[in-house]
T-cell receptor, first 113, second 113 residues
Framework: QKEVEQNSGPLSVPEGAIASLNCTYS??????FFWYRQYSGKSPELIMF????GDKEDGRFTAQLNKASQYVSLLIRDSQPSDSATYLC?????????????FGTGTQLKVEL | NAGVTQTPKFRILKIGQSMTLQCTQD?????MYWYRQDPGMGLKLIYY???????DKGEVPNGYNVSRSTTEDFPLRLELAAPSQTSVYFC????????????FGPGTRLTVL
């Protein structure tokens, strides 16, 4: 089982719709969770992070964490064509030397006009 | 405050040549990382460092070497380049706490022919 799993997509949503991106992780003791956006040919950039169960909202983005079920999700409201990118989920496992984030392989999102 | 910088942006190597990818951060971060990303794939950790003078292997270290003589710099050395090392290389840094963001450099696109 992969440590961090994401559906590779592509996930296609119409402009203005809600995009829902999901991520599951295997290490139950993981402490914090990050969502990065990566445009084609660019480096990953942080969108938001979450460490407590529940929802965390930042503008059009909402991160949701359920530690009991070991999943974290990212909702993008009012999706725009500029949101078209690959979204990487990253997990900070417990006690790992070097505080190494473990990344999923990413979900490609396409927002269609 | 430039963040994480990488040089060069692009490079073409011949099989068997060697080169050093440079990475510098100006955020006084303890932790630094080197990743490679193959087309359509996720990030794979090559090497990481928890501070000056301390480095350790990641998931795919073969064919690479690193050093960390200062907090700011973390160069990645490729010896005897092979076509399998054709990839995009990202350097990243992080302060170190479980909630700290990992910042990425712009990447180096390397082709080995």
């Amino acid at each position: 089982q992969k440590e961090v799993e994401q559906n590779s997509g592509p996930l296609s949503v119409p402009e203005g719709a809600i995009a829902s991106l999901n991520c599951t992780y295997s290490d139950r003791g993981s402490q914090s969770f990050f969502w990065y956006r990566q445009y084609s040919g660019k480096s990953p950039e942080l969108i938001m992070f979450i460490y407590s169960n529940g929802d965390k909202e930042d503008g059009r983005f909402t991160a949701q964490l359920n530690k009991a079920s070991q999943y974290v999700s990212l909702l993008i409201r009012d999706s725009q064509p500029s949101d078209s990118a690959t979204y990487l989920c990253a997990v900070n496992p417990p006690g790992g030397g070097g505080n190494k984030l473990t990344f999923g392989t990413g979900t490609q999102l396409k927002v269609e006009l | 405050n430039a963040g994480v910088t990488q040089t060069p942006k692009f490079r073409i190597l011949k099989i068997g040549q060697s080169m050093t990818l440079q990475c510098t951060q100006d955020m006084n971060h303890n932790y630094m990382y080197w990743y490679r990303q193959d087309p359509g794939m996720g990030l794979k950790l090559i090497y990481y460092s928890v501070g000056a003078g301390i480095t350790d292997k990641g998931e795919v270290p073969n064919g690479y070497n690193v050093s960390r003589s200062t907090t700011e710099d973390f160069p990645l050395r490729l010896e005897l380049a092979a076509p399998s090392q054709t990839s995009v290389y990202f350097c990243a840094s992080r302060a170190g706490g479980p909630l700290d963001t990992q910042y990425f450099g712009p990447g180096t696109r390397l082709t080995v022919l």
